[in-house]
């Protein structure tokens, strides 16, 4: 995932970016945003500390309050030792130039200075056709070795601690939240740490600018399978995309658990609904460079080239999707012209299409992409 999203438009539209409260709405009926209706926002939770450099918030009326682990993280290039003052539970590697990974590999050194066989590294992951992206577990070493892939430029790594960091307080929503009729996770339930969103001065990274939506694409993480946290990866790939990727948050609108857990992806302001503003237009994300504006990203968590989603990841989906689709008055069937608001590329697609539609990919994985079909007609068949 090296690949920037879409140019920045010339003014795009900024929301607060030290608003203590963000609210979402239940997505109400298709017609109410096709008339250009505002939704109401019923759900509250903080997000973002109260002043610079804290690390609580203050209970809003519906909220409770949560504890979370800081992230911790250290960046490395080239491929020296490298070693952290913290337990690695993830490292994030990047490289430009070729998607093979024949010659890369990682070794992990643990706390005794032993160290550990080298492992390739498996595949490129959700990446674009000119380099890799993976998050490998760690097992909490205490260092680790890299080789670059054969041929790769550019190569970039982070040590990753998501579980052991300094608590810090958040409120979250003391009652489920729902997008139309569909559970999910607000950001604030999952622990992301909003100023990883802001620059040193205090500016957004990566303004909120919004879109008509046009199509839906399906991911895989490419992670590990049988995920004993995967809230904790989430805040990994939040940390690798906002920060490592400099795109100032993570690249998708949601993000699907094996237990079918929903999480709230990439930042779409303070009202209106999640990965949308007020009027229903989708906040351009991070995870199909070059054709991301209108372009709703929904990443499986865990790696699909060789096995199948869990069924709760494929009915959490297939909800999802559902929802987004109805919501947008849009056939989960149709094949359909993609055109980049901001360029005026274009694309031909099918409305529920896989990464590697897009471009030269292995994501969302060989299995996943096979489920496609199945999926957009359970999509169909229950409109």
Same mark, same amino acid.
């Given at each position: 995932?090296? /690949? ?119 595949? &490129?992951?959700? &990446?674009?056709?000119? @380099? @890799? ?38 409120? /979250? ?74 795109? @100032? ?7 699907? +658990? ?11 302001? +303070? ?59 849009? +056939?989960?069937?149709?094949? /359909? ?47």
């Amino acid at each position: 995932m090296t /690949v920037p999203p879409n140019p920045t438009p010339s003014s795009p539209t900024p929301h607060r970016a030290r608003s203590r409260v963000t609210r979402r709405g239940l997505i109400g009926a298709a017609g109410a945003v096709a008339a250009g209706a505002a939704l109401t926002p019923v759900v509250m939770a903080n997000t973002t500390s109260d002043a610079p450099g804290s690390d609580t918030t203050d209970s809003e009326p519906g909220t409770t309050t949560e504890t979370f682990p800081k992230t911790r993280a250290k960046q490395a290039t080239g491929e020296a030792p490298v070693e952290a003052a913290f337990p690695i539970g993830y490292v994030g590697v990047t490289w430009a130039g070729t998607r093979e990974v024949t010659g890369g590999g990682i070794r992990l050194t643990d706390a005794d200075g032993g160290q550990g066989v080298w492992k390739s590294l498996s595949g &490129s992951g959700c &990446s674009d056709s000119n @380099g @890799g992206a993976l998050l490998i577990p760690a097992d909490q070493a205490a260092g680790y070795e890299l080789k670059a892939p054969d041929g790769s430029t550019s190569l970039r790594s982070v040590a990753i601690d998501t579980t052991q960091g300094p608590s810090r307080k958040v409120a /979250v929503p003391a009652d489920t939240t729902r997008v139309r009729g569909v559970a999910y996770l607000p950001r604030a339930a999952w622990g992301a740490d909003e100023k990883l969103r802001f620059k040193p001065d205090g500016t957004e990274n990566s303004p909120t600018a919004y879109y008509p939506f046009q199509t839906l694409t399906v991911h895989h993480t490419a992670g590990v399978n049988d995920d004993p946290d995967p809230a904790a990866t989430v805040r990994a790939i939040y940390q690798l995309h906002a920060i490592t990727n400099d795109w @100032g948050d993570i690249g998708y609108h949601f993000l699907i +658990d094996e237990k079918g857990t929903i999480y709230e992806g990439r930042y779409s302001g +303070d009202d209106g609904i999640p990965g949308h503003d007020p009027d229903g237009k989708v906040v351009t994300a991070f995870h199909t460079g070059g054709f991301n504006s209108g372009n709703l990203g929904i990443a499986l968590l865990g790696n699909l080239v060789d096995r199948s989603p869990t069924d709760a990841a494929r009915e959490s989906l297939t909800r999802l999707v559902r929802a987004v689709t109805r919501f947008h008055g849009v +056939d989960p069937e149709a094949q /359909v012209t993609y055109t980049n608001p901001v360029n005026g590329t274009k694309r031909d697609v099918n409305e529920i299409s896989g990464h590697r539609d897009w471009m030269e990919t292995e994501c969302p994985g060989d299995v996943m992409y096979g489920e496609l079909a199945t999926l957009r007609k359970a999509v169909a068949g229950s409109s």
